[in-house]
């Protein structure tokens, strides 16, 4: 753990078993919270978003200009009711928000957010990443079933086609980048960049890995234009249409962070991490902060704004994209990239 | 590793081009040419059946994961045969039911894979390939199985089938793990050196014997086999009970044989007993069916029985007489299940009540089944006779003798049953028997590859010589 | 430490086997297995098997567990139940499993087996290697196998879910004679009419 050497910090007034743990406490403590701002504030942005390509003003009451309205949704949903259905399966109904919200906190533990701000080092990061994403879906599943519900149900077995599709694409595109990195480690990835963000390395097939990646990773997140998980206009609100308080809270979310995993992933693989552009701020490592938030708003902005431009898709329509289109490109996209690595055509500073 | 040493896996190149093309030539093959998909097909696996008789080096690739003798080489052959030969029989039900439902390719693809599974298991090196080629030769059987998938006890069959083959490779690989654990290799050359019999080894031992015991439904494993053949089409219940068992045993032979022989003191009463099990059950249960599937599927599991026999004794004699005994078994099982195929695939009687009379309207069908079931009971002209005969030498050659009077009072019992069939066909006047038709060529050519067969390797002895050189391979 | 989560771990493994077996509702099953699954992945960090754990998730955790609940999803409904054995059945059946466990549990603890004395972590690179080596210890060929077992099993499956018409056995038609007759009959009274038409004309 290279988290600023709390470690040697607690272990000059602990024994070394207590400073581990407590180690561990504070960590977890800060990432916890970390979570809920984020997801807040997230929420925040893209209602700002949205009622900005709409031409509106958007919350602008509680606080400056609106800074504290979802703090005020968080309280109200916090102290409202839990409600369920009678004849649900209490034991599945209630487990379902804990997978989608532990899924996405250990997702947030591996990134490097700089240098020496990373909990969770692991070698096999990317894929860790991967992995873990894959189990996120398992909680939309169960919610969707266990709420005895046939909108619930049937949004959560789109979810389930859906990122089970979608996750083939988000794991090519991120592969095509490996090939170039040879490395899973999340460190060692940005390690690579310092001669130049991978999308500028790869040129060309790292650009189409990255127009993929974004695409399957929107849907990955059930957001428009691939939210048919919970179409409004079709399904209420989807899996998570009887759930109330703070467990729709966790999935709600727990949806905003997966959005800003995904776009975390995209600035770590693609754009750097956080490395800054032509190495300007390399002196001062805190600024790596900065330039891994700054990339990664930017592209949780995109998404946002795919949101409020294309339309919904129809299911077959999403599994079409998928399977005849996205899928092939990749593959031939892995090769080319493979051939551009094996002849050393990459850019690099 | 040189290009060309890849030609020793000729057979498999060879079988997986052909898949690839076929599944090829179905996307860009018009609807209604489809029939054309069968003649492809046999074209294309007689060509490889005759490739594969060209002779072959001996050697291994990959590290010894794969491997490949003249006894090896010699089996696929013979292994090629059969499926030709099974081919040939089902063309005229796949042309007449299946191909209209636009399901004609994938039965050639999945017999392929299959069959493809079959060559890796026979020819693998070390654990691995041989659980991955197991898996290959069981899967796409049990989709096979479903083929006729409107019926419902095609679907049943196939569900059968898939969960007790899964328990079967489950609780086959959990024992492999153990024999892993022991001696630290997966590879046979490495085991043959460290295999020592302590308890875990023999644990491990016994559960991977249930899973190949399962293959060739020996009898505590026997349960699915009647039901699975009686609900599959015809073409797959011959598979199984023809090309799927031989190759089980077949490796089940060369394992014994070769990487297990420390064992030799533990397996040898267990085949004992085994055989014993097998033999008695399967032509105990023979007598009361009248299903003809299910009588030939218990008369398959009695001839297991009946191949434990060769194995028992662990010697170049016992290997030459198994699989002697293995190719006789293959034709004569397909000629009796080619009969059946033709019968069903004209008429869809499937009874024993349904032949009789059978000789006076079809009189080549009913002597192609009476020389079949000659030759499965083991009655001189034929080549069972041989087969049997050779197994029983071998079995009293290492004193088995109250084990060889045993297997002779199954014989017995065996030519009751398989006698009732030929009474029904030929003595008794049915009152409603199936009328006289005929068979396409396909099915001719296949009926008449199955009787040359066996006449062949009963009246030609250099066979059997042939055959008792090449097993000097395994020992 | 270490030893804490393994206990930890296997506690919840054979707590959540258990509760997966003896549970009556289909799903709860399937959850209580995706603990166990997700507890060997535990398991596999613990011993350094970085690659292997995350296998185990993307594979099992996130793969087939997704697909077993999907088909749950799709036959099961969530009032149904599932059957209870006979208590006597179940007593049986919990005796034998009992005898095969306390067996191989015994054979495996009294198997002596070698403790290495160096372990060290497979990385990803290795894992690779390995797997495209076509020497003693390399496994390109079951990987190329595996391959066309995924490609069968595709077709197999393709092949069940396109489903079938009925098979209509051809049946030759059986002579319906007062049919024919009362056919032959109104053809000739309809020819027998138009001549009458025609000659009045």
Same mark, same amino acid.
């Given at each position: 753990m290279?988290i600023?050497s ?5 272990l000059?007034?602990?024994? !070394?078993?207590a400073?581990? @743990?407590?180690?561990?406490?504070l /960590? &977890?403590?800060?990432?916890l919270? #970390?979570?809920?701002? %984020?997801?807040?504030?997230l929420?925040?942005?893209?209602r ?8 509106r003003?958007?919350p ?10 979802t703090?005020?949704?968080?309280l ?7 409600t ?13 928000p804990y ?9 947030l533990?591996?990134?490097p ?5 990373? !909990?969770?080092d692991i070698? @096999?990061?990317?894929?860790?990443l /991967? &992995?873990?994403?894959?189990i996120? #879906?398992?909680?939309? %599943?169960l ?10 149900l ?7 086609v ?13 592969l ?9 480690q ?31 990773g929107?849907?990955e997140?059930?957001?428009?234009p ?6 409004e206009?079709?399904?209420?609100a989807g ?10 809270a ?6 905003f962070?997966n ?29 790596g ?24 898709l ?28 094996w002849?050393?055509?990459t850019?690099?500073? | ?14 079988l997986?081009?052909?898949i ?6 179905e996307l860009?093959?018009?609807r209604?040419?489809k029939?054309?998909?069968?003649h ?15 002779p ?33 029989q089902s063309a ?40 991955i080629?197991?898996e290959?030769?069981t ?6 199985a ?27 690989l ?5 024999l892993?654990?022991?001696?630290g ?11 020592t019999?302590?308890?875990?080894t ?10 190949l015991?399962?293959k ?51 397996w040898?009463?267990?085949l ?8 008695f059950?399967?032509n105990?249960f ?16 009695a ?7 060769g ?19 293959i034709?004569s099982?397909?000629?009796a ?19 009789e ?6 009189p ?7 020389l ?23 079995a009293a050659?290492?004193g088995?003798?109250?084990?060889v ?10 030519l009751?049953?398989y ?5 029904a ?17 396909y099915?001719?050519?296949g ?7 066996m ?5 030609y002895s ?7 050189e ?6 | 430490?270490e ?9 919840i ?14 799903l ?15 398991l596999y960090f ?32 969530i ?17 034998l499993?009992?005898?095969?466990l306390s ?5 495996i603890?009294?198997h ?18 390995a ?23 595709m077709?197999g ?14 049946v ?8 024919i ?7 000739a009274?309809e020819?027998v ?9």
């Open positions: 290279k600023l709390i470690n040697e910090w607690l000059s007034f602990m024994p !070394a078993g400073a581990s @743990i407590t180690e561990m406490v /960590i &977890a403590l800060i990432y919270t #970390v979570f809920a701002v %984020l997801g807040l504030y929420v925040l942005l893209e700002k978003v949205a009622a900005w390509f709409q031409l003003l958007g602008n009451r509680v606080g400056y200009k609106g800074m504290f309205q703090l005020a949704d968080a109200k949903l916090v102290s409202k009711e839990l369920g259905t009678v004849k649900a399966d209490k034991f599945l109904y209630n487990l379902a997978f989608v919200i532990i899924t996405a906190l250990m997702a533990s591996v990134f957010f700089t240098e020496n701000l990373q !909990a969770f070698n @096999i990061g990317l894929f860790f /991967i &992995a873990i994403s894959s996120g #879906v398992i909680g939309i %599943l919610g969707g079933w266990g709420s005895n519900n046939k909108f619930a049937i949004g959560a077995m789109r979810s389930g859906q990122t089970i599709s979608y996750e083939l694409s988000v794991g090519l595109s991120l095509t980048m490996v090939i170039l990195t040879g490395s899973l999340l460190s060692e990835i940005i390690e690579v960049q310092k001669n130049g963000w991978l999308i500028v390395q790869g040129h060309i097939p790292a650009m189409i890995a990255f127009m993929i990646y974004m695409i399957s929107t849907a997140t059930n957001r428009a691939f939210d048919m998980v919970e179409a206009s079709e399904l209420g899996y998570h249409t009887e759930y109330s308080g703070m467990k729709f966790y999935f709600f979310l727990a949806e962070i959005m800003f995993i995904i776009a975390a992933i995209a600035t770590t693989v693609f754009f750097g991490g956080w490395l800054s552009p032509f190495g300007i701020t390399e002196s001062i490592p805190f600024m902060i900065f330039w891994f938030l700054a990339k990664t708003f930017v592209l949780v902005f995109l998404m946002m704004w795919f949101r409020w431009t294309f339309p919904r129809r299911v077959d329509q999403l599994l079409t994209l998928e399977w005849k289109y996205l899928l092939p490109i990749n593959l031939v996209n892995l090769v080319l990239m493979a051939v551009i690595v002849l050393n055509i850019i690099q500073f | 590793m040189e290009l060309n040493s890849f030609l020793l896996m000729r057979h498999e190149i060879l997986f081009s052909i690839l093309l076929l599944l090829i030539a860009f093959l018009p209604n040419k029939s054309s998909m069968i492809l097909a046999l074209v294309f696996f007689g060509i490889h059946t005759a490739v594969g008789f060209l072959l080096a001996e050697g291994s690739l990959f590290g010894g994961m794969f491997r490949s003798n003249e006894m090896i080489h010699f089996f696929k052959g013979v292994l090629n045969i059969g499926v030709f030969t099974l081919l040939l005229q039900w796949l042309e007449k039911n299946m191909l209209k439902q636009d399901r004609g390719t994938e039965f050639f693809l999945l017999l392929f894979a299959s069959l493809l599974g079959m060559y890796f298991m026979i020819s693998a090196g070390d654990f691995l390939m041989f659980y080629g197991l290959l030769s899967l796409p059987v049990a989709a096979l479903a083929f006729e998938i409107m019926k419902r006890e095609s679907g049943e069959a196939a569900v059968k089938f898939i969960l007790s083959a899964a328990l079967a490779s489950g609780v086959s959990f024992g492999i793990s153990m892993y654990a022991t001696n290799s997966i590879y046979f050359e490495d085991i043959m050196s460290t295999l019999a302590t308890n875990l023999l644990l491990g031992f016994i559960l991977f014997f249930a899973g015991a399962f060739i439904s020996l009898v505590p494993f026997h349960f699915w086999t009647a039901d699975v053949y009686q609900g599959a089409p015809i073409s797959i219940a011959s598979y199984l009970s023809v090309i799927s068992k031989g190759a089980a045993a077949f490796i089940l032979m060369i394992l014994l044989f070769t990487v297990l022989k420390p064992l030799m003191h533990v040898e009463p267990l004992y007993i085994l055989a014993l099990a097998t033999m059950t399967g105990l023979a007598l009361r069916q009248q299903n003809m599937k299910r009588f030939l599927a218990y008369s398959s599991i001839q297991a029985g009946f191949i434990l026999l194995l028992v004794t662990g010697t170049q004699l016992g290997t030459a007489t198994v699989v002697y005994f293995v190719t006789i078994y034709f099982n397909l000629a299940f080619g009969v059946v195929q033709a019968i069903s695939s004209q008429t869809g009687k499937e009874n024993m009540k349904d032949y009379g059978l000789y006076r309207t079809n080549k069908l009913s002597l192609v089944m009476m079949a079931l000659f030759s499965l009971a083991g009655i001189p002209p034929v080549a069972g006779f041989f087969g049997k005969f050779f197994l029983f030498t071998a050659s290492k088995y003798y109250l084990l009077f045993l297997a002779v009072v199954n014989v017995t019992i065996s009751y049953y006698l009732l069939v030929i009474r066909m030929f003595l008794r006047k049915g009152e409603n028997p199936i009328p006289f038709f005929k068979s396409k060529i099915m001719k050519l009926l008449f590859i199955a009787v040359m067969g006449l062949a390797l009963g009246l250099p066979l059997y010589d042939y055959i008792y090449l097993s000097a391979a395994f020992n | 430490m030893k804490v989560i393994f206990y930890l771990l296997a506690i493994m054979v707590a959540s086997a258990i509760a997966s077996v003896s549970s009556r509702r289909m709860r099953s399937v959850v209580y297995l995706l603990f166990v699954l997700i507890g060997a992945a535990g613990l011993m350094d098997y970085n690659f292997l754990a995350a296998i185990q998730l993307t594979v099992y955790a996130g793969g087939i567990v997704v697909l077993i609940i999907f088909s749950v999803l799709l036959i099961q409904h009032e149904m139940e599932l059957e209870i054995a006979k208590s006597s059945r179940r007593w049986f059946s919990a005796l499993c009992l005898m095969g067996i191989f549990l015994g054979t603890y009294s002596p087996f070698a403790v290495a004395e160096t372990t060290s972590t497979t990385t990803v690179a290795e894992i690779g290697r797997l495209l080596s076509f020497e003693k210890g390399g496994f390109i060929l079951p990987f190329e196998v595996i391959s066309i077992l995924l490609l069968a099993a077709i499956a393709i092949t069940i879910a396109k489903g079938g018409k009925e098979i209509k056995q051809e030759p038609e059986s002579l319906d004679i007062d049919k007759l009362q056919d032959a009959k109104q053809q009274e020819k009419m138009e001549l009458e038409s025609s000659t009045k004309n």
